[in-house]
């Protein structure tokens, strides 16, 4: 699997649009971007997932851009329970296990 | 359960004991996942599960590390002779590949809330 960088930590004021990047300038063709999130103490949530398009759900959208070496996640209204640790990960849609970096921790504030 | 259901949700254990942590999956979902955690870490793949069979151990870090699944549902890690590194959150996951003319459009993996094991 395509290995990703994401920034350790960003900042989001409560309320705004968070927007979490992501670079995978090594994806394949058949490779699609997941995005994941880790709150405190839980396990990894499932967020969204893209190959080119752009996607939509009611949790976030995805932009991937048109070279798909990177892509954003939006998080289009930040509250304080979107605080968490929010990995993305390139795979292919028949891969076995995740490959889950470091991530970048997001930290909304009041 | 509607989710995946893992039990303990903590464990405290002694160096040199076994330990056996369970893994209800999501009914109907045929894949199964182990993954440890430690603190302050990222997840380390440990094994997967298709059905009964695992075509993937490769993540297991010595051969005291051991899991079955049966009925292809439930599973169990055992942890034979626990080390103090053995320390960790350990993480299961469950996934249900969904086609659309025959191209594998999604597969996610849903994640319990993991055991968190102490070796004193």
């Known amino acids: 699997d395509a290995k990703t960088t994401q920034p350790p930590s960003m900042d989001c004021a409560e309320g705004r649009a968070a927007n979490l990047p992501c670079n995978h300038s090594?994806?394949?063709?058949?490779?699609?971007v997941y995005w994941y999130r880790q709150i405190h103490s839980q396990g990894p949530q499932y967020i969204i997932h893209?190959?080119?398009n752009n996607e939509t759900n009611e949790m976030a959208s995805l932009i991937i851009t048109e070279d798909r070496k990177s892509s954003t996640l939006i998080l289009p209204h930040a509250t304080l329970r979107d605080t968490a640790v929010y990995y993305c990960?390139?795979?292919?849609?028949?891969?076995?296990?995740?490959?889950f970096g470091p991530g970048t921790r997001l930290s909304v504030l009041p | 359960g509607a989710g995946v259901s893992q039990s303990p949700s903590n464990k405290v254990t002694e160096k040199g004991k076994d330990v056996e942590l369970r893994c209800d999956p999501i009914?109907?979902?045929?894949?199964l996942y182990w993954y440890r955690q430690r603190l302050g870490q990222g997840l380390e793949f440990l094994i997967y599960?298709?059905?009964?069979?695992?075509?993937?151990k490769s993540g297991l870090p010595s051969d005291r590390f051991s899991a079955e699944r049966t009925g292809e549902s439930v599973s169990t890690l055992t942890i034979q002779r626990t080390q103090q590194e053995d320390s960790a959150v350990y993480l299961c996951?469950?996934?249900?590949?969904?086609?659309?003319?025959?191209?594998?459009?999604?597969?996610?993996?849903?994640f319990g809330a993991g055991t968190r094991l102490s070796v004193l």
């Open positions: 996951a469950s996934s249900h590949r969904s086609l659309a003319g025959g191209v594998l459009t999604k597969n996610i993996q849903y």
């Open positions: 090594t994806i394949s063709g058949n490779e699609y």
């Open positions: 893209g190959l080119k």
């Open positions: 990960i390139v795979r292919l849609n028949y891969g076995q296990n995740f490959v």
């Open positions: 009914s109907g979902h045929t894949a």
């Open positions: 599960f298709q059905g009964n069979s695992a075509p993937d």
